[in-house]
């Protein structure tokens, strides 16, 4: 491992969140093909491995209603990255597509269909859902169980090489069968082996079972960690378990999702970064967010008082759509010792506690941070998620690409016209 190994760089598109900025003047819209098509160009523009698209699979609810960080009408994933196909050459075209309520022949069909369209650049970001809420939304409905649902996926997942895979090199399509305990599928598959084998698999989760599944299924991590010392635990924790698989440690890249904040000084960096975390957290969707803890109505709080003296209800629920990330008391009981060591608001402990591993400075500084990540192995590159969308990455790519290239640890070319080459993956082995 040397200080110049170089580095991966993706776009995130961003879905729903909290780390969109709506307010600020130059924010454009989130349905547009022309704001899909201007970060995309903007990432291509600055050699970046890929553009990553996320979605979900129904409008989140809170307190009965549509979730106010929730994006109406934005159009569905695999469509827009056909269309974007068409305007970009190199960048890799990256679409989030639910394991659980879709089927192996059709997705596996369009994302070969996505592959040969755009030559050889598509990728599929496998996420998985037990809530029935979501479920309600197809014929199956909330039917699968949280533990089944990675077991699903990677039946998924490998049943859907076998799609890919039943076409020979020399281009003769071959009948396949699979009989597995979630799906059973046979017949003839009409989309020809794609231009990089395969689709690339991005896998998103922190969990055991989701790290499991990344180094048994996937090509690429996308996950979160806040210090070099959790990237470094988990990049080696995930490494580790590939051997188990016959993989070797490059067959899968670990890149986390990060934001950053450049100024002319680290001081003005500073500044922007802590007035777009207020912009970031209005005082309403501070009070969102502790509601979705506390799993009830706490409308009546001021978002610049205190948190709540009573302890979450660990079984109510005021989001649907939403999962539910740790323990509810657990969660409390460290706001508050934050709340009291530093008296912070409901507002202000919020901001502190729900922000991304985030990249503060000048250009400078920002790209001896990320080159310091990978030699340090705690990531193979990052999934950068701007706070303005369309216009986020222009700064970035403008200001910090020239110093990582500089560096000599970033590509001042592309090195091929699929994903596959521009991640340093190898191509898969036909198993026909």
């Known amino acids: 491992m040397t200080a110049r190994r170089r580095l991966h760089l993706a776009a995130h598109f961003p879905g729903v969140n909290h780390t969109t900025v709506w307010q600020e003047p130059r924010a454009g819209s989130q349905i547009d093909f022309a704001s899909f098509e201007h970060l995309a160009r903007t990432a291509e523009r600055g050699l970046f491995d890929f553009f990553f698209l996320a979605e979900g699979l129904r409008l989140r609810e809170h307190k009965g209603k549509v979730h106010d960080l929730d994006v109406v009408g934005r159009p569905e994933s695999l469509t827009v990255l056909s269309a974007l196909a068409a305007v970009t050459d190199h960048l890799g075209l990256a679409a989030t597509v639910n394991a659980t309520f879709n089927e192996p022949y059709e997705l596996a069909r369009r994302l070969a269909s996505l592959d040969?369209?755009?030559?050889?650049?598509?990728?599929?970001?496998?996420?998985?859902?037990?809530?029935?809420?979501?479920?309600?939304?197809?014929?199956?409905?909330?039917?699968?169980?949280?533990a089944d649902r990675y077991t699903r996926a990677a039946e998924f997942v490998a049943t859907a090489r076998e799609l890919w895979d039943s076409w020979t090199p020399g281009g003769a399509p071959r009948p396949f069968a699979h009989h597995g305990r979630h799906f059973s599928v046979s017949g003839t598959f009409d989309v020809g082996r794609s231009p990089q084998g395969h689709p690339v698999v991005i896998q998103a989760g922190d969990s055991d079972e989701g790290r499991?599944?990344?180094?048994?299924?996937?090509?690429?991590?996308?996950?979160?960690?806040?210090?070099?010392?959790?990237?470094?635990?988990?990049?080696?924790?995930?490494?580790?378990?590939?051997?188990?698989y016959g993989r070797a440690p490059g067959d899968l890249k670990i890149m986390p999702g990060v934001t950053f904040v450049l100024g002319d000084t680290a001081a003005e960096a500073q500044e922007k970064a802590a007035e777009i975390r207020r912009q970031q957290i209005s005082p309403q969707t501070a009070l969102l967010m502790l509601e979705q803890v506390w799993g009830r109505d706490l409308s009546s709080y001021d978002p610049d008082g205190p948190l709540p003296e009573s302890d979450p209800d660990p079984t109510g629920v005021v989001a649907q759509g939403r999962v539910r990330h740790g323990d509810p008391l657990a969660i409390a009981a460290r706001w508050r010792a934050l709340s009291e060591a530093k008296g912070l608001s409901i507002r202000q402990?919020?901001?502190?506690?729900?922000?991304?591993q985030t990249f503060v400075g000048t250009p400078g500084q920002v790209a001896a941070g990320l080159a310091e990540f990978v030699a340090?192995?705690?990531?193979?590159g990052f999934i950068l998620?701007?706070?303005?969308?369309?216009?986020?990455?222009?700064?970035?790519?403008?200001?910090?690409?020239?110093?990582?290239?500089?560096?000599?640890?970033?590509?001042?070319e592309y090195a091929g016209p699929t994903l596959r080459e521009h991640l340093g993956l190898p191509l898969p082995v036909w198993k026909g």
Do not use: M
């Not at 340090?376 to 193979?380: I, K, L, T, V, Y």
């Open 116 to 146: 040969h369209l755009s030559g050889g650049r598509a990728a599929w970001n496998v996420v998985t859902s037990s809530d029935a809420f979501t479920g309600e939304n197809f014929r199956r409905g909330g039917y699968l169980g949280h």
């Open 212 to 244: 499991e599944f990344a180094a048994s299924s996937a090509d690429v991590v996308f996950c979160r960690y806040g210090t070099l010392e959790a990237g470094r635990a988990f990049y080696a924790d995930v490494k580790r378990r590939l051997a188990a």
């Open 349 to 356: 402990t919020v901001i502190e506690t729900t922000g991304r």
């Open 376 to 380: 340090e192995d705690a990531a193979d």
């Open 385 to 412: 998620v701007p706070h303005l969308t369309p216009g986020g990455l222009d700064d970035f790519v403008d200001r910090v690409v020239p110093l990582l290239q500089e560096r000599g640890v970033f590509r001042t």
